[in-house]
């Protein structure tokens, strides 16, 4: 049986490394105390509150080390980790929480009124404050006795995470993410990215993106390197932070890269140790490529989704202008080609799906056997995304099967956010598209019909979703049609409706 405990072989290793720095606490625990503070809590989960492998605990909290803890607990004791979007509304939560009935949740006292309250919040039986959970993590480094590790027979194919992510349907879909994936996904990143245990980056991505995880902060403990963890993204803040801590490497997505590009401290601080920036999300803008160049930090771009990696491809950053506008060429350990409608594999510049096989596919969604069956077919995952490949393997992003855009680094799909506008009683349909946007990159497009005799203004509708939906998923432009064009089929054309905008 392989062990998936990395804090515990790090322990034996480096005992004494700093494998986490919390910037706003300014506490710093090594690999030897991550590993007893999991022992630790792995006991009180276990023999106090009956947790046992397979059992799901949600948290809602930004970055903080015991986050960090929790995900040691998982590798120990076979928990599954919820990572609750604190971006979400009280009424999307409800859906989420009640879906991936838990047995616990571990919550930031900020966050509490947004559940409180909620139905299937009350009925969880194990609710601890994030502040409690420190307090018991000081307790236990003030006491000289090392607690036993669990013994847990986790395999490969047992979940760590479920990572709620929307879809084409009106509800979010919970993405397994087992231990498999985790090592493998690390293994992909440290060939492409050449990681070492001498490597520094820092993490400010929120925790209930795969990103947040398992771009560089899960290969990192893989690897045994050191992460400054920050609550959240602050564009002058991290640069200093990336000078201070003379950071090796670190991620982000084009938009807080534009952020940081224009703000004051840019030309002031000195980033000569970053050997590149990982950039994610969407496609990066040559003019800003072109910047950071100039500053002498290279930029390399990938692409990758929650259910597979999320390291898929990369380009490298000498390639960053030769080949502008691709994300590169697949990571190691992936089979990949581009079918069309018929599953036939296409030549090369031309159109087809991306569909993948590897050790970090999942394995499917949580309760939800039909969107798995159609995603993955003959043990292909089907991406969605449409790409062409160059006669060099390299892949260009074309279009998107599913109409999701990307806002600002975070992913949008039009039929979730349609269904909270019909839902509204003067609404007969409606219909969203991703617009072109300087600040975001891309924004939201409502065309709505209303219902005969009804009335309904921009400010209405808009005050409507704000408490329904996520502030990035709100369409920054709504526009009033009697009817929305259709296709031949009946369908909505969502093509007629760009070229009205």
Known sequence: MISFDWFDKWAGYHPFKIAFRDLETEREYSFSQFNKLGNNFSGILHHDYGFSKGDRLAVIAENNLEYIVL?????????????LNFRLTAHELEFVISD???????????FLPKIENLKSYREIGFKMAMKSFEEINHTCLSNKINPPKPISLITEEDPIFI?????????????????????????????RLDLTSSDVSLNCAPPFHTGGWNVLLAPFIHHGAYTLIMRSFDADLVLEMLEFERATIWWAVPTMLKMMAESPVFDKVELSRLRYLIVGGEAMPIPLIEKWHKKGVLIRQGY???EVGPNVTSLNHKDAIRKKG?????????????????????????????????????????????????????????????????????????????????????????????????SHVSVAEAAIVGVSDEKWGEAGMAFVCLKPG???????????????LAKYKIPKYFRFLSNLPKNDAGKIDRKVLKTMH
Not at 163 to 191: D, R, V
């Open 71 to 83: 995900f040691a607990v998982a590798q120990k004791l076979g928990i599954v980790l919820v990572p």
């Open 163 to 191: 990572l709620y992510t929307s879809g084409t349907t009106a509800f979010p879909k919970g993405a397994l993410y087992t231990h498999k994936m985790l090592f493998w996904n690390s293994i992909n990143t440290e060939l």
């Open 454 to 468: 009804f009335a309904l203004s921009d400010d209405e509708l808009r005050a409507y979703c704000m408490g329904r």
């Open 326 to 422: 691709s994300i590169g060429t697949m990571n190691f350990y992936y089979e990949a080609k581009l079918v069309n409608q018929k599953f036939e594999e296409v030549a090369a510049d031309e159109i087809g799906e991306l569909v993948l096989k590897g050790p970090t596919v999942t394995p499917g969604y949580w309760k939800n056997d039909v969107v798995t069956r159609e995603t993955i077919q003959e043990g292909w995952f089907h991406t969605g995304d449409l790409m062409r490949k160059d006669d060099e393997g390299y892949f260009y992003v074309v279009d998107r099967i599913k109409n999701m855009y990307i806002s600002g680094g975070e992913n949008v799909y039009p039929a979730e956010v349609e269904h909270i506008i019909r």
């Open 304 to 306: 990758g989704l929650t």
């Open 100 to 110: 991936a009935e838990l047995k616990g949740i571990v919550y930031d006292e900020k």
